[in-house]
């Protein structure tokens, strides 16, 4: 537990950036490329799932990040919060990459336990050397026994304990949970995990991925005890009543990034960040906590509570820019993603009452800021984050009916008129139920 300065990144930058990174295998007639320009921010105490098919890049990615093969082309930086500034791995060889590595957590398949140790043994080796407590067992034992190696199972009953059994005498998910507590029993900043829950059953598997997770930041104490369900709650797995007590103590230093390579959809709703890969590109890149604050926006609104749900989850996915709606979105986030969300300085008009609608019109959902809303010179509302307006203008094809103008600095996602048309050539019904949730001059501003 390391003496750290903990300094972060700078406000709004990521713990961990790559930057057009493509990867060949092979040399002459048989080199072979297996990643293309794959481009990714990891923000500081996330945790992020990365998906995709076998043989799509998953691992050679992982392996690049961690250092732990050459970087061939791009760039990737990862935050070092002791030097207060990011490690660069481009040019790097060898020697180089093993202070990056010192620094990462891996929990790979292969987990290269010292088969002459014990399992106390083979989490202490790993254990870096300056907690000159009473027992230096007992970070390691700790952590042991809330991965269930310890001496209570699940319900808190008494059970042979497994720290002191060599990997040998120690079936294959045991080994796995061996391996796990050697790559936290740092707190690294950074974690690299390839399918860690593989091996592991359900429990056991949530049981790692909520320590990941607590390691990045404190929970809610309500969300811990959701996890400990009756026993009979089936596949998502469970806690021990016991297991929240000591996570609070494996885990009290916070603000650990993890990149975890996993199929295992019992994980996938703990995730901040989900990245699918295909055929060696990143395809997509959602932060969950947008996904669901857009989803929820659209939901509100009458013309999109018109449409199926699955078309209001595709609108909602083509206008995310991959950041918390916590965060305001850099210039860099705009540029990539053109046209999905715009920025508006305080007092900017965004739709001015009267104007008509063309082609260029939009739909709007506020990601940030408050907006005033005027009609006929009045102020009659204002918005916050969730706020939407402009979609009836657009349907009905009417000019505005009310001036919504930013009071500080408004982000809004926008969606374009073309999507609504979409929807207004498809169906009649569709305009029919705008119109009967929305009638009369005193609703919402459009
Ligand atoms: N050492 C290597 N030499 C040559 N080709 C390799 C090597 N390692 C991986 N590959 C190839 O690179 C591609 C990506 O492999 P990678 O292991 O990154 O996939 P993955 O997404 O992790 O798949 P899985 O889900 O099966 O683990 C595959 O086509 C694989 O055959
Ligand atoms: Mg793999």
């Known amino acids: 537990m390391g003496h750290s300065s903990l300094r972060l990144p700078p406000p709004g930058q990521p713990a961990l950036r790559l930057t057009g990174v493509n990867h060949h295998f092979g040399s002459g007639d048989t080199r072979t490329q297996v990643l293309f320009d794959n481009t990714l921010e990891v923000m500081p105490g996330e ?53 990056v ?123 811990l005890r959701a996890l400990v369900r009756p026993a009979d709650d089936g596949e998502a797995g469970r806690l021990g009543a016991w297991q929240v007590g000591l996570l609070k103590e494996v885990a009290a230093e916070a603000g650990t990034t993890s990149l975890i390579v996993t199929h295992d959809p019992r994980i996938m709703n703990l995730a901040d960040r989900i990245v699918h890969m295909e055929r060696g590109r990143i395809e997509s890149n959602v932060v969950v906590a947008e996904r669901l604050f857009v989803r929820a926006g659209l939901r509100q609104s009458p013309a999109f509570a018109a449409i199926l749900p699955e078309e209001q989850e595709k609108i909602a996915d083509q206008v995310l820019v991959g950041v918390h709606p916590d965060r ?21 008009v965004i739709v001015r009452e009267g104007d008509p609608v063309d082609d260029g019109s939009k739909f709007y959902l506020i990601r940030r800021g408050t907006a005033e809303v005027f009609r006929g010179g009045d102020r009659v509302a204002e918005l916050g984050p969730g706020g939407y307006f402009g979609e009836v203008a657009l349907v009905l094809n009417r000019p505005r009916n009310a001036t919504v103008r930013a009071k500080d600095r408004v982000e809004v996602y926008t969606v374009a008129r073309a999507t609504f048309d979409r929807f207004r050539d498809v169906s009649r019904p569709f305009i029919d139920r705008v119109l009967t949730n929305f009638r009369g001059p005193a609703g919402p501003p459009s």
């Open 47 to 99: 945790l992020v799932i990365m998906s995709g098919p076998s043989g799509s890049g998953k691992t050679t990615l992982l392996t690049l990040v961690g250092g732990l093969r050459t970087l061939q082309d791009g760039d990737i930086e990862v935050w070092d919060p002791d030097r207060g500034d990011y490690a660069r791995l481009r040019g790097r060889a060898e020697p180089d990459l093993v202070p």
């Open 101 to 223: 590595r010192r620094r990462i957590g891996f929990i790979f398949q292969r987990h290269n336990l010292f088969d002459s140790l014990t399992a106390m043994q083979n989490v202490r080796m790993a254990q870096r050397l300056g907690t000159a407590s009473e027992d230096p067992d007992a970070d390691a034992r700790r952590l042991l026994t809330y991965l269930l190696l310890g001496d209570t199972d699940l319900d808190g009953r008494p059970q042979k304990p497994r720290t002191g059994y060599k990997p040998a005498a120690l079936s294959g998910g045991q080994r796995q949970r061996v391996a796990v507590a050697r790559a936290l029993v740092n707190r690294p900043k950074l974690v690299l995990a390839d399918e860690p829950t593989a091996a592991l059953d359900a429990n056991t598997g949530l049981a790692v991925v909520a320590l990941l997770q607590h390691l990045a930041r404190p929970r809610p104490e309500a969300e």
């Open 328 to 348: 305001p979105v850099r210039p860099d986030h705009l540029a990539a993603h053109p046209g999905r969300v715009e920025v508006y300085e305080p007092g900017a």
